[in-house]
């Protein structure tokens, strides 16, 4: 597993990457504490693991904050090189 920022890690299984977000722990019937995540999304390759990080980040700006479009560029653009630099050396991302 990589965990990235936030909560965000990208996990793998035998065919696929899987990227989700800790969303916090919950208690099981035998009482251990499980980390329980977001719906995780599959993806072929890190890339498109980064690239759909990046948008998911960048949505959820847009969405919680009243942007003008030079604020937007440079909250966008930011999220961007966050994640870009997350990524650097793990796999060639291109976003």
Excluded: H
């Excluded at 299984?13 to 719906?39: A, C, F, H, M, P």
């Excluded at 942007?67 to 050396?89: C, H, K, W």
């Amino acid at each position: 597993m990589i965990k990235l920022f936030d909560g965000w890690v990208i996990g793998a299984d035998e065919s696929s990457y899987v990227l989700k977000q800790e969303r916090g722990t919950t208690i099981n019937k035998k009482g251990e504490t499980e980390i329980v995540y977001s719906t995780p999304r599959y993806y072929a390759t890190i890339e498109q693991c980064a690239n759909s990080l990046c948008r998911t980040l960048q949505r959820k700006a847009v969405s919680e904050c009243n942007y003008s479009p030079v604020e937007a560029r440079t909250a966008l653009n930011g999220i961007r090189e966050m994640v870009q630099t997350s990524f650097d050396g793990i796999d060639r991302v291109s976003l």
